[in-house]
């Protein structure tokens, strides 16, 4: 199975670049960060703060998370609720940031994590994707976009979403979780040694292009293979 790690801080377009590059190789997308917004929501649902370590890791062993693959989009399910339209709030992105630090929650999902890598020919994205989830990934990529252009991304797609915030506290916010991951002392959120650093700041289909050139170099595949 071919594996690729996409990691890069909040707001850089992962998620979106991804899901692009997933539907030209016909493989299957990984959004990680779902997963852990979902034990997040999970969290606050049950009523539990944030630093009551104990009572989140009780709360682990009771929550059935999974993941669906329609038409090769993610679906996420808590139980049997498709929760993916409640888990992209700053409210649940704070609450993932704080839950992802507990080792415990990350081993949980670990193993769900590398088995549908195992399974599949997998482009998977999320902060330690490259360091820790898949370390021996044949492709793994580090997104950067300029701070401002990341809140001013995630800004708009709140809004979007009926989302009441301004630009200025989706910029705060996010320095505050980038912070918090690149510094905290499980799988903190940093490229892994050989991750190629991928601009996501201009044209998208040139992106596109060049994370697929980049894939056929190191998997040794050729256009045909690479595209769909």
Same mark, same amino acid.
């Given at each position: 199975?071919i594996? =690729? &790690?996409?990691d890069?801080?909040?707001? &850089?377009g $992962? /998620?979106t670049?991804a $899901?692009a590059?997933?539907a030209k190789?016909?493989?299957?997308?990984?959004?990680?960060?779902?997963?852990?917004?979902? +034990?997040?929501l999970a969290?606050?649902? #049950?009523?539990?703060a944030?630093? /009551?370590? *104990?009572?989140?890791?009780?709360l682990?062993?009771?929550l059935?998370? /999974?993941?669906?693959f329609?038409?090769g989009? %993610?679906?996420i399910y808590l139980g049997?609720?498709?929760?993916?339209g409640?888990i992209?709030?700053?409210e649940?992105? @704070?609450y993932?940031?704080?839950?992802?630090a507990i080792?415990?929650?990350? *081993?949980?999902l670990?193993?769900l %994590?590398r088995?549908? @890598? @195992?399974?599949?020919?997998? +482009?998977m994205?999320?902060?330690?994707?490259?360091?820790?989830?898949l370390?021996? *990934? %044949?492709? $793994?990529f580090?997104?950067?976009?300029s701070?401002?252009e990341r &809140?001013?991304r995630?800004?708009?797609?709140?809004? #979007?979403k009926?989302?009441v915030?301004?630009?200025q506290?989706v910029?705060?916010?996010?320095k *505050?979780?980038?912070l918090?991951?690149s510094t905290?002392?499980?799988?903190? #959120?940093i490229? #892994?040694?050989? &991750?190629v650093?991928?601009?996501?700041?201009?044209?998208f289909?040139?992106v =596109?292009?060049?994370?697929?050139?980049?894939i056929?170099?190191?998997?040794? %595949?050729s256009?045909?293979?690479c595209?769909?």
């Amino acid at each position: 199975m071919i594996n =690729i &790690a996409l990691d890069g801080p909040s707001g &850089a377009g $992962k /998620s979106t670049l991804a $899901k692009a590059i997933a539907a030209k190789l016909g493989y299957i997308y990984t959004d990680t960060g779902a997963m852990y917004r979902t +034990i997040g929501l999970a969290v606050k649902r #049950a009523g539990i703060a944030t630093d /009551s370590k *104990a009572e989140i890791i009780a709360l682990l062993p009771s929550l059935k998370i /999974s993941l669906g693959f329609v038409n090769g989009e %993610q679906k996420i399910y808590l139980g049997e609720e498709d929760v993916g339209g409640f888990i992209r709030t700053n409210e649940i992105s @704070a609450y993932a940031s704080k839950v992802s630090a507990i080792p415990e929650v990350r *081993a949980h999902l670990l193993s769900l %994590q590398r088995n549908i @890598a @195992a399974e599949h020919n997998v +482009i998977m994205d999320g902060r330690d994707i490259g360091t820790v989830i898949l370390p021996n *990934a %044949q492709v $793994k990529f580090f997104v950067t976009v300029s701070d401002r252009e990341r &809140a001013r991304r995630r800004y708009k797609e709140l809004i #979007a979403k009926g989302e009441v915030t301004t630009e200025q506290e989706v910029y705060e916010a996010m320095k *505050a979780r980038d912070l918090q991951d690149s510094t905290r002392e499980i799988a903190p #959120a940093i490229p #892994a040694e050989d &991750a190629v650093f991928l601009d996501n700041s201009g044209d998208f289909d040139t992106v =596109i292009e060049t994370a697929l050139r980049i894939i056929r170099e190191k998997t040794n %595949q050729s256009e045909r293979d690479c595209l769909s």
